[in-house]
C-alpha cells in the first residue's frame, strides 16, 4: 500500500504552469555499432518525482550518466537544471545530487567526515558545512554516532545518511539510483518518507528502481526497453492504458518486447 505521508501527486495537479527542470530531445548514445540510448525525449517537471524504469539492458544507467554530466551524448540535446548536458557538465553537478545502492558514502571516514566532503565537492564553505552538518545530525538523531566509522552503522541509518548527504547543497534535482536496494520494507518506507520531504522543499526526484511498488509513489514513470521509452505517463494512466493491476504488470509487458540483455 502506498504510504499515507505522501503528497498530492504531480500528475493530479495542474501542471500547466509547473516548469521543466529536465528536458531532453532525441537523446542518443553509441558505442561502436552499439546504440545504447536510441533517440530518447522526455520533460521532468519542477517538484516531481520522476521514475525511470527499464530491465538490465534497456539503457537507463547510459541515459543518467549523461543527464548527470558523466558522459556526452552522441545525438541530441539535453538540459538539466538549466544547463546543456553536453557543454556544461560540472555546472550540472553543482546542480545535482547523486546517490546510488552501489556507491554514495566511504565506509572508511566518520559519519561527519563524510558529510563534510561531500559538501566541499558540493562547493559549500566550509562555516556553512559545520553549521548545516550539526543541524542534520540532530534532525536524523545522529549526533551520537557523529565521530562514528560509516561501516559500523545498520544499512538503513546508511541509507539514511546518503540520501541526506545527497541533498545537503540543496540541489534542484537529485538523482537516486535503485538507492533502496537490499533494505528491508520498514526501512524502505523510511526512505521514501525522506523522498517526500525533499519534494516539500522543491527538489525533484529522479529515480531508478526494481521494486514495482515503488514505482507507484511516483508522480510519472517512464519505461525504457532497448534503448528506447516504450511508456512514459503517471502509474494510473499507465496501469489503465495496459488493463493492468499493478506496476509490475505493467513493466512486465512492456520487457517482453525486449531483445538484448546488456546494459
Not at 572508511?108 to 558540493?122: P, T
Amino acid at each position: 500500500m502506498k504510504p499515507d505521508i505522501r503528497p498530492t501527486a504531480t500528475s493530479d495537479r495542474d501542471t500547466g504552469t509547473i516548469p521543466s527542470v529536465i528536458h531532453v530531445e532525441n537523446l542518443t548514445k553509441r558505442f561502436g555499432d552499439f546504440t545504447a540510448v536510441d533517440h530518447i525525449s522526455f520533460d521532468v517537471r519542477k517538484g516531481e518525482i520522476f521514475g525511470f524504469l527499464g530491465a538490465n539492458g534497456a539503457g537507463k544507467t547510459t541515459a543518467m550518466r549523461m543527464l548527470c554530466g558523466l558522459s556526452h551524448p552522441t545525438e541530441g540535446h539535453g538540459t538539466v537544471a538549466g544547463f546543456d548536458i553536453a557543454r556544461q557538465q560540472e555546472a550540472i553537478k553543482k546542480n545535482i545530487g547523486y546517490m546510488s545502492q552501489k556507491f554514495s558514502l566511504y565506509n572508511d571516514l566518520r559519519v561527519w567526515e563524510n558529510i563534510r566532503l561531500f559538501a566541499g565537492i558540493y562547493g559549500m564553505r566550509p562555516k556553512q558545512i559545520a553549521t548545516k552538518t550539526d543541524a542534520l545530525l540532530n534532525r536524523l538523531g545522529f549526533m551520537a554516532e557523529k565521530n562514528t566509522f560509516v561501516e559500523k552503522l545498520p544499512l538503513g541509518w546508511k541509507q539514511k545518511l546518503a540520501f541526506s548527504v545527497a541533498i545537503f547543497h540543496e540541489p534542484q534535482i537529485v538523482f537516486l539510483d535503485e538507492p533502496t536496494g537490499g533494505v528491508d520494507p520498514i526501512t524502505r518506507r523510511q526512505f521514501w518518507e525522506l523522498i517526500y520531504e525533499a519534494v516539500e522543499q522543491g527538489i525533484t526526484v529522479f529515480v531508478t528502481t526494481h521494486y514495482m511498488d515503488e514505482a507507484e509513489y511516483c508522480d510519472r514513470v517512464s519505461i525504457m526497453v532497448d534503448g528506447r521509452i516504450e511508456a512514459l505517463d503517471s502509474p494510473r494512466e499507465l496501469k489503465k492504458q495496459m488493463n493492468a493491476r499493478s506496476m509490475d504488470e505493467v513493466f512486465r509487458q512492456l520487457a517482453r518486447k525486449a531483445q538484448r540483455s546488456a546494459d
